[in-house]
């Protein structure tokens, strides 16, 4: 799924020999009390294979629960990418999908095992599983964005446009309000959130139909997405609009263009697959690697923001000035309550 919606507080691992059911206790109860006894138990875990094995025993006690597809998750990241065991994560993985009768957590876990599957060719159907959902209800946007990451990494063109589009109509102030009920949104925020939709749809449907032989239409939305994107202090677009229009650049040998596109999440926002592609457009301008590490170097000095000053106390609630301190080595605590 998408990475805005791993939070390593959202899974929690089922500790050995928790409760059984009693007369008193639904099963939907002991799945809740599970979950919260056993948080403690995934973050005292300090090696994949102890992770793998509560994720295991959670899925054997509830495939199908609420909870399940965070512990796909934890399956194959640790069973599946860091132990190496692929065929035996996929194979916890269609237990757990076959236990599911909820669509939409049907989907998530499909979502989440889909790169695994593809790479033992043994792929799972995720057009089944998008309509399955459908029959229900409307895809909600984290869902069509997670559709789309998946859509876009393996290629899947036209599931990227139908995607996009359903996205894009999804960029709306009714659309944000109905995805978060009870929270209060100001017009600013409001706005951003909207903003940041749009972007993010038009930016895959510009990256598929750059793909599909349509460039000039790809050009047009990549330019009103860039136009639309919330933006870092840096100026670095919160939507991934300057990494793919920058690989489309590089696919159509312009390379002066694409590294102008990638350069600032290459060298700013520390993106290393932004890294990768400014480093394919250098070496194919330049014949080689020489002379990059003083590109990245000037990049830097480019584009550097001079931080607005302020005021802030220390430990002992003595002020200090940020532009007093320049040439100082000065450390900054930044605390968030949790």
Request: glycine share 6%.
């Amino acid at each position: 799924m998408r990475s805005r919606a791993l939070l390593a507080a959202s899974v929690v691992l089922v500790l050995a020999g928790a409760p059984a059911c009693s007369k008193k206790t639904t099963p939907g109860q002991t799945e809740a009390k599970a979950y919260k006894e056993a948080k403690s138990a995934y973050y005292d875990a300090e090696t994949p294979e102890a992770k793998a094995v509560i994720a295991e025993r959670y899925l054997a006690e509830f495939p199908g629960g609420e909870h399940a597809p965070a512990f796909v998750r934890v399956e194959v990241e640790n069973r599946g990418t860091r132990l190496g065991e692929k065929q035996r994560a996929l194979d916890t993985v269609r237990a757990a999908l076959q236990a599911t009768g909820d669509p939409g957590r049907h989907l998530e876990i499909v979502l989440t095992a889909y790169p695994l599957a593809k790479e033992l060719d043994q792929p799972l159907d995720l057009t089944a599983a998008i309509a399955q959902v459908e029959k229900e209800r409307p895809l909600s946007y984290d869902e069509n964005g997670s559709i789309m990451e998946v859509a876009a990494k393996h290629r899947q063109w036209q599931l990227l446009l139908q995607r996009a589009d359903a996205a894009l109509a999804q960029a709306t102030p009714e659309a944000v309000r109905a995805d978060n009920p009870g929270r209060k949104l100001g017009p600013a925020k409001l706005q951003h959130k909207v903003d940041g939709r749009a972007a993010e749809a038009m930016t895959y449907k510009a990256w598929a139909l750059a793909n599909t032989g349509k460039p000039e239409q790809a050009e047009e939305l990549f330019a009103a997405a860039r136009k639309r994107t919330p933006r870092s202090f840096l100026g670095l677009s919160l939507v991934p609009v300057a990494l793919f229009e920058g690989r489309a650049a590089l696919q159509q040998g312009r390379l002066d263009r694409a590294m102008e596109l990638l350069a600032p999440d290459a060298v700013m926002g520390g993106d290393s697959t932004a890294m990768a592609y400014l480093e394919t457009a250098w070496k194919k301008k330049n014949g080689s690697e020489k002379g990059l590490d003083d590109y990245l170097h000037k990049m830097r000095r480019v584009l550097s923001r001079e931080a607005a000053d302020f005021t802030l106390p220390d430990y002992q609630g003595e002020e200090h000035t940020f532009s007093k301190e320049l040439g100082r080595v000065t450390l900054l605590a930044f605390w968030f309550p949790t």
